[in-house]
């Protein structure tokens, strides 16, 4: 009975702990090629929508290019005439950008879901029956980083989305540019040039809030030095109330000593002219 207890405490869901270890590292492996795999598409997920961003194609920032033809695409819709700022090559860079976001984000969300089901339904089980607190602290970090890159996804995607309309909204103006004046398209890109003077001037007064910021932490440190400074003198005050009372009793005794003679001299007058 004894050996038939140690064999089933050493031999927990049928493996031995060995095995146990065994098969674990071999799903913390996977889990970690999974993991790179991830991390590597949500990081090229997201310099794609810094180019949908910026409007480059090159992922270098806005050239001066885009940037003109963004400035003449708001003048030509305020003004109703018709623009050409977006060629044939310029549509071509998005169909190809469109489809590789569309790519990279099938790949991520079957990534994830792989990994998800890797951790849920194969390494938390392992970690259970290899009983090692470090399996277990692997497990939760898994959980962690697909966590993680699923918000970063997720606040990509939104920001793309976001792009997205913006650029649809602008090829709008264009389209209907051609074909006359559009009242609607004109209010709404004069609210977005009012939004984007708000945004400027809400800059201006954080800015200001910043320096009266630094300004007040400048005054505070100087009004530590004078608190310091009173603290130092506070210091100094018990030694000088120590000698004021030592002249205070020197003066006591002097007037002692006076009044002492002057009832000496008084006795003896009073016995000489009496006595």
């Known amino acids: 009975m004894h ?12 493996m031995t702990p060995e ?22 598409r949500v990081a090229r997920y997201q ?20 940037l003109s033809q963004r400035s003449s695409l708001l003048d030509h819709a305020e003004t109703g005439t018709a623009s050409s700022a977006y060629s044939d090559k310029k549509k071509t860079n998005d169909k190809n950008i469109d489809e590789e ?14 990994m998800t089901e890797l951790i849920n ?3 938390a089980p392992a970690a259970e029956r290899t009983g090692r607190s470090q399996h277990s602290l692997l497990v939760k970090r898994y959980r962690e980083i697909l966590f993680d890159c699923g918000a970063d996804y997720n606040k990509t995607s939104a920001a793309v989305a976001r792009r997205r309309e913006a650029r649809e909204l602008f090829r709008g103006a264009v389209s209907r540019g051609e074909g006359g004046r559009d009242e609607a398209m004109e209010q709404l890109l004069r609210e977005r040039n009012a939004i984007d003077n708000s945004m400027k001037s809400a800059a201006g007064v954080l800015n200001q809030a910043a320096s009266v910021r630094s ?3 400048t005054q505070g440190a100087s009004l530590r030095g004078v608190t310091g400074t009173m603290a130092a003198i506070a210091g100094n005050i018990p030694g ?24 000496a001299c008084i006795l003896f007058t009073l016995w000489y002219l009496f006595g």
Not at 50 to 60: C, E, H, I, M
Not at 101 to 114: F, G, V, W, Y
């Open 3 to 14: 050996n038939s207890g140690n064999i089933n405490g050493n031999n927990t869901y049928g």
């Open 19 to 40: 095995q146990a270890s065994r098969e674990f590292d071999a799903l913390r492996r996977e889990a970690t090629k999974l993991e790179r795999h991830l991390e590597d």
């Open 47 to 66: 310099q794609l929508a810094q180019r949908l961003t910026v409007g480059d194609s090159n992922g270098s920032g806005p050239s001066d290019e885009s």
């Open 101 to 114: 976001e569309a790519t990279l984000s099938k790949d991520i969300h079957r990534t994830m879901s792989t």
């Open 121 to 123: 339904t194969k390494m």
């Open 215 to 217: 300004e007040l932490r």
């Open 240 to 263: 000088l109330n120590g000698l004021i009372d030592k002249i205070r009793k020197k003066r006591q005794q002097d007037d002692r000593v006076v009044s002492g003679v002057v009832a």
